[in-house]
């Protein structure tokens, strides 16, 4: 258990390092992935199953996909055909994906070594601590709540963009005030 | 206490943190510097669960689910803005965007 939580941290780190290096948005996304999923191991490794499988599901799998949707929409506009067949060259993928076979290598160990009844005396379960989050802590999940409600009107807000006006006699007809002081 | 020691996992997350700083401070690209954003509120969520195994309480993991929620709800505005600064200026360079008024 130990070399996986060293190993994964070495993971980790080298792909952060990637990730604030690189010149591309999308291949910085593609470590910063990477450096999440190996995260989530070493999560794992420390006792936490429930948060480790939140980090894919939320992190990896939600949030960056978020910041590729808004990479690619920004991309769209200048960016040809042939630049974007040089995003994916092979030489790109190459450190990724063998950074994702390492894990993958650490997490099939993991699962033949894990059978027993040593990991579960070790972690936390998912049952203690949802008890934990809605008891004690019931308070900040409502603020939470809050938090994300706040969060979803001002991305509405801030995404909504100008009302485009289609012809000059459509926006007449809106305000007819404005038209007047238009034909004076 | 878990298999991990204690001292290595609020190393690691020191270091996480510190990459993440670097990132925000080097880089001037918008996207760039809330994705280093994101990577410093990962490793102090790694600093709470590292706590929380260290004493076997659940109160880091719960700790770790209201900065996801938060980092959730950062990204969506975050991103947000991003959309509306590349419509109004076609740049997403910071050391061009440092005029409050336009």
């Known amino acids: ?184 | 206490m878990t298999f991990v020691p204690f001292e290595s996992g609020l190393i690691l997350a020191a270091v996480l943190f510190l990459l993440g700083l670097i990132g925000v401070l080097v880089r001037r690209n918008i996207i760039f510097m809330l994705l280093s954003t994101e990577i410093m509120l990962n490793a102090s969520g790694l600093a709470f669960v590292t706590a929380s195994a260290r004493w076997m309480q659940p109160e880091g993991q719960v700790m770790f689910i209201f900065i996801l929620a938060m980092a959730a709800a950062e990204v969506s505005v975050g991103l947000a803005l991003i959309m509306q600064i590349y419509h109004q200026f076609k740049t997403l360079d910071t050391d061009t965007l440092n005029n409050m008024k336009g």
């Open chain 1, 1 to 184: 258990m130990l070399t996986i939580f060293y190993l994964s941290a070495v993971v980790a780190v080298v792909s952060t390092m990637m990730v604030i290096t690189r010149k591309e948005a999308v291949h910085a996304l593609l470590y910063l992935i990477v450096s999440l999923l190996a995260i989530s191991i070493i999560f794992f490794a420390l006792g936490a199953p429930f948060i480790a499988a939140l980090e894919v599901i939320i992190y990896a799998g939600a949030i960056m996909v978020l910041f590729i949707f808004v990479v690619m929409m920004l991309n769209l506009g200048r960016e040809s055909i042939q630049q974007e067949r040089q995003l994916l060259k092979p030489r790109m993928w190459f450190g990724p994906v063998i950074l994702t076979l390492i894990l993958i290598v650490e997490f099939i160990i993991l699962f033949s070594k894990i059978r027993g009844q040593n990991y579960h005396a070790l972690s936390i379960s998912p049952k203690v601590v949802g008890v934990s989050l809605f008891s004690t802590y019931l308070l900040g999940v409502e603020l939470s709540a809050m938090l994300l409600m706040a969060g979803i009107v001002g991305a509405y807000y801030l995404g909504k963009g100008k009302k485009r006006i289609m012809h000059r006699y459509l926006a007449n007809t809106g305000s007819d005030s404005k038209a007047k002081g238009e034909t004076k």
